[in-house]
T-cell receptor, first 116, second 112 residues
Framework: GAGVSQSPSNKVTEKGKDVELRCDPISGHTALYWYRQSLGQGLEFLIYFQGNSAPDKSGLPSDRFSAERTGGSVSTLTIQRTQQEDSAVYLC??????????????FGAGTRLSVL | GESVGLHLPTLSVQEGDNSIINCAYSNSASDYFIWYKQESGKGPQFIIDIRSNMDKRQGQRVTVLLNKTVKHLSLQIAATQPGDSAVYFCAARPSNDYKLSFGAGTTVTVRA
């Protein structure tokens, strides 16, 4: 596609349920990033993929959070046993390749997660 | 690590005036800086970037200024338009890192 695509755009779930958020990066982009944005806040880095591997998972808030990427393309962020504090907008970004001097990250529209 | 902060959380500007949004960073190793614009319900949109070997870069109606001495950068928007109303984020990273550190954002409101 022309840009980064995320689905669903909105997700309402009950506390304790698992959720999966999907990201389709820009075609040809090898680097993929997940961020979390709480209301009125900046972006909090969660995890980064180069190809299918995630060299840095340090931003994941807890072991309830996990992410994978398959085929060097689509990525899924999974939150298990959701809590109300997980409510936020989850943003995905992709960039052409790691190591490029500029490496501009292009963002999707995000998934707004609401945990009741 | 890097800490990025914006000086003012909100900015109200008259249509047609110039806007200046300021940002400070803490890590002297940061050498790549980028500004994003985020409209309501959308993801951040790339505006302009600058590397530390420059102190000024211009785009269409936007200029980014970088002062490495005081670790400060600013985004100037010329002839601000209603469509410029949004939240503006600055971000920074060292050249050997992929991780962008974002500020909290400045909400710009354009008055007609």
């Amino acid at each position: 596609g022309a840009g980064v695509s995320q689905s669903p755009s909105n997700k309402v779930t009950e506390k304790g349920k698992d959720v999966e958020l999907r990201c389709d990066p820009i075609s040809g982009h090898t680097a993929l990033y997940w961020y979390r944005q709480s209301l009125g806040q900046g972006l909090e880095f969660l995890i980064y993929f180069q190809g299918n591997s995630a060299p840095d998972k340090s931003g994941l808030p807890s072991d309830r959070f996990s992410a994978e990427r398959t085929g060097g393309s689509v990525s899924t962020l999974t939150i298990q046993r959701t809590q109300q504090e997980d409510s936020a907008v989850y943003l995905c970004a992709s960039s052409l390749r790691q190591g490029a001097a500029k490496n501009i990250q292009y963002f999707g529209a995000g998934t707004r997660l609401s945990v009741l | 690590g890097e800490s990025v902060g914006l000086h003012l959380p909100t900015l109200s500007v008259q249509e047609g005036d110039n806007s200046i949004i300021n940002c400070a960073y803490s890590n002297s190793a940061s050498d790549y800086f980028i500004w994003y614009k985020q409209e309501s319900g959308k993801g951040p949109q790339f505006i302009i970037d600058i590397r530390s070997n420059m102190d000024k870069r211009q785009g269409q109606r936007v200029t980014v200024l970088l002062n490495k001495t005081v670790k400060h950068l600013s985004l100037q928007i010329a002839a601000t338009q209603p469509g410029d109303s949004a939240v503006y984020f600055c971000a920074a990273r060292p050249s050997n890192d992929y991780k962008l550190s974002f500020g909290a954002g400045t909400t710009v409101t354009v008055r007609a």
